[in-house]
T-cell receptor
Framework: DAGVIQSPRHEVTEMGQEVTLRCKPI?????LFWYRQTMMRGLELLIY????????DSGMPEDRFSAKMPNASFSTLKIQPSEPRDSAVYFC??????????????FGPGTRLTVL | GNSVTQMEGPVTLSEEAFLTINCTYT??????LFWYVQYPGEGLQLLLK?????DKGSNKGFEATYRKETTSFHLEKGSVQVSDSAVYFC???????????????FGRGTQLTVWP
């Protein structure tokens, strides 16, 4: 079975440019999460969706960040304009949202973003 | 609120040594508890979990017991291998009802290096 798919795996861009990260969750999963991982701040939840609807975006750093989930099989995280402090590894994860909160999240391989 | 505190790394051990990584949590309800592992260059993957007090999660020789009285979920392995070198994350998810059900709260991660 294909796991969570993220693209690109690596992105190098210059400050001020727009960056779009993409995620395809596991088929049948109805919750999707975007995380950012840095040495300084560890793993941070940016936003998550249930049934394609954003539930909590309080982790989105600022208005330069936006995320969409137009359908159950695709999500994007956009940074516009990008800044060097956005350099990080961005992970997408998905799960089947059940009734107990004990459901496993499945992570993609991540996108390593470098903003010069 | 919900939070997870795990021991600072890095942890360096020789092969076949005993491993303990401490994890304590603060939660508003009765959370599920998880250990995720991240191998170099990869996303996180579930190692084990426990959903209620006194449950023991186990996988690949690793174990952790959900201790409600001490709000802890320490990870242990009796004999580590070089292939166990990775970053280990303790996490909790909320239980009960509500739209935030299943959101994960992660610790900062503990880097484990095992030498032959």
């Amino acid at each position: 079975d294909a796991g969570v798919i993220q693209s690109p795996r690596h992105e190098v861009t210059e400050m001020g440019q727009e960056v779009t990260l993409r995620c395809k969750p596991i088929s049948g999963h109805n919750s999707l999460f975007w995380y950012r991982q840095t040495m300084m701040r560890g793993l941070e939840l940016l936003i998550y969706f249930n049934n394609n609807v954003p539930i909590d975006d309080s982790g989105m750093p600022e208005d330069r960040f936006s995320a969409k989930m137009p359908n159950a099989s695709f999500s994007t995280l956009k940074i516009q304009p990008s800044e060097p402090r956005d350099s990080a590894v961005y992970f997408c994860a998905s799960r089947i949202r059940g009734q107990t909160g004990a459901d496993t999240q499945y992570f993609g391989p991540g996108t390593r973003l470098t903003v010069l | 609120g919900n939070s997870v505190t795990q021991m600072e790394g890095p942890v360096t051990l020789s092969e076949e040594a005993f491993l303990t990584i401490n994890c304590t949590y603060t939660a508003t309800g009765y959370p599920s508890l998880f250990w995720y592992v991240q191998y170099p260059g990869e996303g996180l993957q579930l190692l084990l979990k426990a959903t209620k007090a006194d449950d023991k999660g186990s996988n690949k020789g690793f174990e952790a017991t959900y201790r409600k009285e001490t709000t802890s979920f320490h990870l242990e392995k009796g004999s580590v291998q070089v292939s166990d070198s990775a970053v280990y994350f303790c996490a909790l998810s909320e239980s009960g009802r509500g739209s935030t059900l299943g959101r994960l709260y992660f610790g900062r991660g503990t880097q484990l290096t095992v030498w032959p």
